[in-house]
């Protein structure tokens, strides 16, 4: 199960035109958000907000759509968000929170959930964890880097910054600046080289962009409250879904990225063992299957 367990896959995006200008792919994330803030199925979620540098993203408490929105759309660098959950509830006085998160942030809020040492209160408060596929991340002076060194562009004129097709692209106003990957490599940050997941396996939902066409996203429902909110967010005609792709440019190539994830990662965590080095628990190519859920 390279992808996780999950129920359902498809293709969707949002039908609000305003959240389709401004996602990062089929604005997902943020329709989810909305929608469950509308019914009260959250009370807030905490979201990458903007920051005060530019595309360096700051965690906030969003209570409304408008906050919501003004956090979509990818930022290439940490957002602590899971920092942010205990204040959502010990200050903002969340019950029921929502929040978007990274693969490893994921695993962290499972972590937590499992063993709420000291967060207890918090522990059953999550009401909505929406998982974001990562294949890697970058400092934000790696991002800098690219942005202003490498594209030659001043960071308050980016409006978009994506990953694809073996690229780094740098939207500005008039212009897009594409970045070979080779340009970036060695510019990831250093922990995510041992990183097993690739698509958020233990989100309620996880979602990217890998697997649908431009504009459209990748959605892996998982858990009972993933599915159950997903379906009535489908149902109220918030989110317009398709079935997904099966072939080369669609569930293939998420699982042969995922697959490859997992596998460069098992190699770098064998290479560690290997020296007495720390390495993530219960990974190990060791084991029946290596590539399972970890
Ligand atoms: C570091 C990184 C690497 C990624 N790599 C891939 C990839 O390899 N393949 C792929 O298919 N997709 C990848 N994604 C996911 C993709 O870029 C989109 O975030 C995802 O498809 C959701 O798009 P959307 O239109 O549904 O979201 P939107 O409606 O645009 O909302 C995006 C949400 O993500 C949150 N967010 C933005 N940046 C961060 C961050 N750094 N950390 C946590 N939350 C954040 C925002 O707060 C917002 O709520 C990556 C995302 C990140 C952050
Ligand atoms: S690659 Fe893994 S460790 Fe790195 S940011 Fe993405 S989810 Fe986290």
Not at 80 to 92: F, S
Request: charged share 25%; glycine share 8%; with cysteine.
């Amino acid at each position: 199960m390279v992808l996780g367990t999950y129920k359902e896959v498809v293709t969707a995006r949002s039908t609000d035109k305003q959240i389709q200008k401004i996602a990062q792919d089929g604005g997902i994330v943020s329709a989810l958000f909305c929608y469950a803030l509308d019914e009260k199925i959250i009370d807030g979620a905490v979201v990458a907000g903007p920051g005060e540098d530019f595309w360096k993203p700051e965690p906030k408490v969003a209570m409304s759509s408008d906050e919501i929105l003004a956090a979509a759309g990818t930022k290439y660098t940490f957002s602590p968000n899971v920092w942010m959950l205990k204040q959502a509830v010990r200050q903002y006085g969340l019950e029921k929170v929502g929040t978007v998160a990274i693969p490893c942030q994921t695993m962290g809020i499972r972590k937590m959930q499992s063993y709420p040492f000291g967060v207890r209160f918090l522990a059953d408060k999550i009401a909505l964890l929406t998982g974001i596929f990562c294949m890697e991340n970058f400092p934000y002076e790696s991002l800098k880097t690219f942005i202003s060194e490498k594209a030659g562009v001043s960071p308050e004129l980016v409006e978009k910054m994506d990953i694809g097709k073996g690229k780094f692209f740098i939207h500005t106003a008039d212009d897009v600046i594409a970045l070979p990957l080779k340009e970036t490599h060695g510019y990831e940050q250093n922990g995510c080289k041992v990183c097993l997941d690739y698509v958020a396996e233990l989100a309620d939902v996880s979602t990217g962009s890998v697997g649908s066409p431009d504009g459209w996203s990748t959605v892996l429902t998982r858990t009972g409250t993933g599915e159950t909110i997903f379906k009535a967010a489908v149902d109220a005609g918030v989110i317009e879904t398709k079935p997904v792709n099966e072939g080369k440019f669609g569930l293939e190539m998420l699982t042969k990225l995922a697959t490859q994830k997992k596998e460069k990662a098992m190699k770098v965590i064998d290479e560690k063992k290997a020296m007495g080095l720390p390495i993530p628990y219960k990974a190990s190519s060791e084991k029946e299957d290596p590539l399972a859920n970890i």
